[in-house]
C-alpha cells in the first residue's frame, strides 16, 4: 500500500467497485496489481500463467466485490482470492501432463555472454531453490511464498490461508526443512 490512509481508501474503492464503478476498480487494480502478478509468478514460475491466474484474480474482484465486509483487510481478502487460484492452477496443471517451467523467476536476467562465471554461479544456485520450491506441496509453497518473498506477517498468511497462525509456522517449518534437504548437496 502506498500511504498511511491505503486501507480506507481500499474501502471505499472496493465498496464503489462493488456498485459497479469501473474508475474505482481500475484504481484497485493499478494499487495492487503489481504486487499479486510478483506473488502468483514467484508461486507458478510462468510469466504468462502468472498474468492469466492475476486478470482472473481481478475479474473475481469485480464479479465479487460486494462479498468483501470489511471485517479484514482488503489486501487480506484479496491474497485469499490469491491463494485460491493459485491452488486451483497447480491442480489443473498435475491433471495434465507436462511441468511448470520456472525459467527466471526474478525477470533479471541478462545475456549469456554478458556474465562473469560469479553470475552464472549465482544464477545455478537461483535455479536450484527454484526447482525446490517447485517440489514442495502447495499448501507450504504459497505460505513460504506470501510469508518470505512478499514479506507477510504470519498473521497476515494464516488470515489469507484461513488457517491458524501455528499452522503457517508448522506449514514454514515444513518448508523450510524440506528446502534444506533437497538443496544441502546442490548449494
Not at 41 to 65: C, M, N, P, S, T
Not at 160 to 183: D, G, H, N, P, Y
Amino acid at each position: 500500500m502506498t500511504d498511511a490512509g491505503a486501507p480506507d481508501r481500499d474501502y471505499e474503492l472496493v465498496a464503489r467497485t462493488a456498485t459497479g464503478d469501473q474508475v474505482a476498480f481500475e484504481e484497485l487494480v493499478s494499487r495492487h496489481e503489481r504486487a499479486v502478478l510478483n506473488t502468483i509468478h514467484r508461486y507458478v514460475g510462468e510469466y504468462d500463467a502468472a498474468d492469466d491466474i492475476a486478470q482472473e484474480v481481478f475479474v473475481i474482484l469485480w464479479r465479487k466485490a460486494g462479498s468483501f465486509k470489511g471485517n479484514a483487510r482488503f489486501s487480506t481478502w484479496l491474497y485469499r482470492v490469491v491463494v485460491n487460484q493459485c491452488l486451483q492452477f497447480r491442480r489443473k496443471r498435475r491433471a495434465r501432463p507436462g511441468t511448470v517451467s520456472l525459467d527466471s523467476m526474478d525477470g533479471d536476467n541478462p545475456p549469456e555472454s554478458l556474465q562473469v562465471a560469479e553470475d552464472h554461479e549465482k544464477r545455478r544456485r537461483a535455479e536450484a531453490v527454484r526447482s525446490a520450491l517447485a517440489q514442495l506441496p502447495d499448501r507450504q509453497r504459497i505460505a513460504l511464498v506470501l510469508a518470505h518473498y512478499e514479506g507477510h506477517t504470519y498473521q497476515e498468511v494464516a488470515e489469507m490461508m484461513q488457517t491458524s497462525v501455528s499452522s503457517v509456522e508448522s506449514l514454514i517449518f515444513r518448508a523450510k526443512c524440506s528446502l534444506r534437504e533437497k538443496l544441502i548437496d546442490q548449494i
